[in-house]
T-cell receptor, first 108, second 115 residues
Framework: KNEVEQSPQNLTAQEGEFITINCSYS?????LHWLQQHPGGGIVSLFM???GKKKHGRLIATINIQEKHSSLHITASHPRDSAVYIC??????????FGTGTSLTVIP | NAGVTQTPKFQVLKTGQSMTLQCAQD?????MYWYRQDPGMGLRLIYY???????DKGEVPNGYNVSRLNKREFSLRLESAAPSQTSVYFC??????????????FGPGTRLLVL
């Protein structure tokens, strides 16, 4: 069983739609990370959070520690948002556990 | 400021051949990591180095060795490549805080094909 589960695995949206990607985890964590992997393969860190909510531009990340759940929201989606979004968690004194990613395609 | 760089970008090896993947960072980070990414499995940690002079095994270390040459450079060596090591390899680095609670910066990846 994977410690980190993401849903959906694949998502297609029309430009302008509001998008939600979910991440559930089964272990106690010290932080949760959202990463973006571009079609060319490069990986960029979007957010690191341990409580509450963070916002950067059109991206919003939330976490509920009690429910062991995080969501990544994209408002007013654009084709350039097309990428694989990866959730990862860290445990104090331990390492990263990665989800398998959500592949997002935004159609013009 | 190049961030994290990796060489080569792509490599084809025959079973049994050896090679070294190079990684360098110019952000003065203490911690560096090697991951592999396989379809449907997500990223998995091979080895990491919390600071210059130290290295530790990750989730999938078998078949690999690493060297933290200095603060900037962290190399990954395959002594005798196997088809199961066909993968995309990513190097990453992070700064001074508790290493697993710090944002990681990733290199562009190396695609390795072992025939």
């Amino acid at each position: 069983k994977n410690e980190v589960e993401q849903s959906p695995q694949n998502l297609t949206a029309q430009e302008g739609e509001f998008i939600t990607i979910n991440c559930s985890y089964s272990v106690g964590i010290s932080a949760l990370h959202w990463l973006q992997q571009h079609p060319g393969g490069g990986i960029v860190s979007l957010f690191m959070l341990s409580s509450g909510k963070k916002k950067h531009g059109r991206l919003i990340a939330t976490i509920n520690i009690q429910e062991k759940h995080s969501s990544l929201h994209i408002t007013a989606s654009h084709p350039r948002d097309s990428a694989v979004y990866i959730c990862a968690v860290t445990r104090t004194g331990n390492q990263f556990y990665f989800g398998t990613g959500t592949s997002l395609t935004v159609i013009p | 400021n190049a961030g994290v760089t990796q060489t080569p970008k792509f490599q084809v090896l025959k079973t049994g051949q050896s090679m070294t993947l190079q990684c360098a960072q110019d952000m003065n980070h203490n911690s560096m990591y090697w991951y592999r990414q396989d379809p449907g499995m997500g990223l998995r940690l091979i080895y990491y180095s919390a600071s210059e002079g130290t290295t530790d095994k990750g989730e999938v270390p078998n078949g690999y060795n690493v060297s933290r040459l200095n603060k900037r450079e962290f190399s990954l060596r395959l002594e005798s490549a196997a088809p199961s090591q066909t993968s995309v390899y990513f190097c990453a680095s992070s700064g001074d805080r508790a290493q697993w609670e710090e944002t990681q910066y990733f290199g562009p990846g190396t695609r390795l094909l072992v025939l």
